[in-house]
Nanobody, 116 residues
Framework: QVQLVESGGGLVQPGGSLRLSCAASGFAFSMYAMSWYRQAPGKERELVADISRFGTSPNYADSVKGRFTISRDNAENTVLLQMNSLKPEDTAVYYC?????????WGQGTQVTVSS
């Protein structure tokens, strides 16, 4: 069955770094664009970054530009989110998303907490 399993979340101090990983299985990973979303308490889920199925044309939310980097490895069926210079407002549950046309898959999410 389709699975997207996020890992790498945790507690980090402001200014620190984390690397999130999403391991995909059960579908043709290389045919899907991949994205990271996040949802903070009391807020709507928002797009953080996405990347084409070829690993090109990454896009970022304005709030994370210059701090976050999305990448993918189609041979390993993984997508990464490198997060640097983390801020308290980056605190959220981060979700991996795969999409192809109207088909979308979601992971269960991983918690990122930025606090001193």
């Amino acid at each position: 069955q389709v699975q997207l399993v996020e890992s790498g979340g945790g507690l980090v101090q402001p200014g620190g770094s984390l690397r999130l990983s999403c391991a995909a299985s059960g579908f043709a990973f290389s045919m899907y664009a991949m994205s990271w979303y996040r949802q903070a308490p009391g807020k709507e889920r928002e797009l953080v970054a996405d990347i084409s199925r070829f690993g090109t044309s990454p896009n970022y939310a304005d709030s994370v530009k210059g701090r976050f980097t999305i990448s993918r490895d189609n041979a390993e069926n993984t997508v990464l989110l490198q997060m640097n210079s983390l801020k308290p407002e980056d605190t959220a549950v981060y979700y991996c998303n795969a999409r192809s046309g109207i088909i979308k898959y979601w992971g269960q999410g991983t918690q990122v907490t930025v606090s001193s």
